[in-house]
């Protein structure tokens, strides 16, 4: 018990004081987020939108196998692109194995079918309503794929929320192919799980809070921005 | 200077708009759904590009029968050719269509009726826009988000859109249900400028009083038949079939 309420105080210490090593992890684990749901968002969302509009044979076949890809285990995902990146791989000319560049790809990995699979649900309910009226005005599908991504612009809010949230709590994956190096692959999931297991666990505890935090923060501006368009009618 | 009665659709260099005077010939149309016939039979020439008005009792099938013309539906049997010519995307860029219950893009009125313009690619479509927005009386509402208008408001819009694409032929179902007189007068003035125009406006309403201020001929359906086509005069005078008779019958005494 005196263990507990100590680690506590530690990790608000470490939190107040703004501890480097504890900054320099939160900035890395961010910087590989953003840049997975970016790459997942810019393969995910015109795929999304490709499923929801175009009628093709087999596209029942492509929606349940995104469906399914939504849960790949994320050690899963870290295996097959260590497969491909270590040495011996297909990809281990480009040396990103134990990179922050590695965990992105295992990262985007993980998200694009989310992105994907949720866009196409998404999108799916709104081309309903405008299918007849993008018909009727010979709209081409690339354009009415367009305005479809851009009318439910604030539903699609919540779509990469979800992204961000599995890629950021993610832990599997980014330790294989990333190593949990200090100072170059340490993340805040790789990091708890290390001090944790150390038996540090302010650090950890610390570590937690910030991501707790930021969960909190993202949900919150979605939320607002949700809000407010809904009361415009463009939700 | 513009004739202000006459909507200044923008034509391409060097034609005229004939396509709006080319003969509609629909053979044998027949539309079945979930075993159901609901269209049967419809033999129909709509020549020249006169107003024609569509009634009928509740469920006759003129909805069905408009998604058809337009191509929104395929007929299960019978063709529709326009000009001679089957509906492909080319002949159906040249028509528009106004809903029963129009469908609004989650943006701004302006936003929607730029949509139009984009699509239409023509310089001449911004003069149209905002002819389209004095006419309708869009200009207070430009900025507003499309879906928070009133029905009658959202109906002016949808109207303004479907004019933007400078249709040859104009489908409008219901456009003026639940309307006050006020928005029925500005629709129908912008109906007739549109005719001025050179464009052929089909129109199902169960307005009596507007069939007869707009109509030049009235196709008559009932249960997915076509009972009567002809002159708006003798259909109102002396309609030929029994059940365009106790149709308007039925209206007068309501
Ligand atoms: N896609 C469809 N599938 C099955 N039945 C349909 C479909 N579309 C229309 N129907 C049926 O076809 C009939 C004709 O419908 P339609 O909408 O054309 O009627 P309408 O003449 O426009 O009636 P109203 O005056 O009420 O608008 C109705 O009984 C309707 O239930
Ligand atoms: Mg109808």
């Known amino acids: 018990m005196q263990d507990f309420a100590n680690s506590f105080s530690l990790a608000f210490e470490l939190l107040w004081r703004f501890d480097p090593a504890l900054g320099e992890i939160v900035f890395l684990s961010l910087r590989v987020t953003f840049a997975a749901v970016l790459i997942a968002c810019a393969i995910g969302l015109p795929i999304g939108a490709a499923l929801a509009i175009l009628r093709f044979p087999g596209r029942g076949l492509f929606v349940v196998l995104f469906n399914t890809l939504m849960g790949l285990p994320p050690v899963v995902v870290g295996l097959l692109v260590y497969m491909l990146l270590s040495n011996a791989g297909p990809l281990g000319v480009l040396r990103l194995l134990y990179t922050p560049g590695a965990m992105i790809i295992a990262q985007s990995v993980l998200v694009t079918p989310i992105i994907v699979a949720l866009t196409h649900q998404v999108l799916s309910d709104l081309n309903a309503e405008y299918a007849d009226t993008f018909r009727s005005m010979v709209v081409p599908w690339h354009k009415a794929a367009v305005t479809l991504l851009w009318d439910a612009r604030y539903a699609l809010l919540t779509v990469v929320l979800a992204g961000f949230g599995r890629a950021i709590a993610e832990v599997g994956a980014v330790i294989i192919v990333g190593g949990n190096i200090n100072h170059v692959t340490r993340v805040m999931t790789t990091a708890i799980a290390l001090e944790t297991s150390k038996g540090d666990l302010a650090l950890a505890l610390a570590l937690g809070l910030v991501l707790l935090m930021i969960a909190l923060a993202v949900n919150a501006a979605v939320m607002a921005v949700r809000a407010s368009a809904r009361r415009m009618a463009y939700a | ?254």
């Open chain 2, 1 to 254: 200077m513009p004739d202000p009665r006459v909507l200044p659709f923008p034509t391409s260099p060097g034609e005229a708009r004939p396509a709006a005077r080319l003969p509609l010939t629909i053979r044998g149309l027949g539309f079945v759904a979930d075993g159901t016939r609901i269209l049967d039979g419809i033999d129909l020439d709509l020549a020249d590009n006169r107003l024609t008005v569509i009634m009928g009792p509740n469920g006759a099938g003129k909805s069905v029968l408009l998604k058809l013309l337009h191509g929104l539906l395929a007929p299960s049997a019978g063709r529709i050719l326009w000009g001679g010519r089957e509906l492909d995307r080319q002949t159906r860029q040249r028509q528009a269509m106004v809903f029963q219950k129009p469908v609004l893009f989650r943006r701004s009125v302006r936003a929607n009726l730029q949509f139009a313009v984009n699509l239409k690619k023509s310089p001449e479509a911004t003069e149209l826009l905002s002819i389209l927005m004095d006419d309708l009386h869009l200009n207070d509402l430009a900025d507003r988000p499309a879906r928070l208008l009133s029905g009658g408001e959202q109906q002016r819009l949808a109207l303004a859109r479907a004019l933007l694409l400078a249709p040859d032929i104009l489908f409008l179902d219901e456009p003026c249900a639940n309307l006050d007189p006020a928005s029925v007068l500005l629709i129908e003035e912008t109906l007739h400028k549109a005719r001025a125009g050179g464009t052929k406006v089909l129109l199902v309403t169960h307005d009596l009083h507007q069939a007869r201020r707009l109509a030049e001929d009235v196709v008559f359906l009932h249960r997915g038949r076509l009972t009567e086509h002809s002159d708006a005069d003798s259909y109102f005078d002396t309609p030929a079939s029994p059940e365009a008779r106790a149709y308007l019958a039925g209206q007068i005494l309501l």
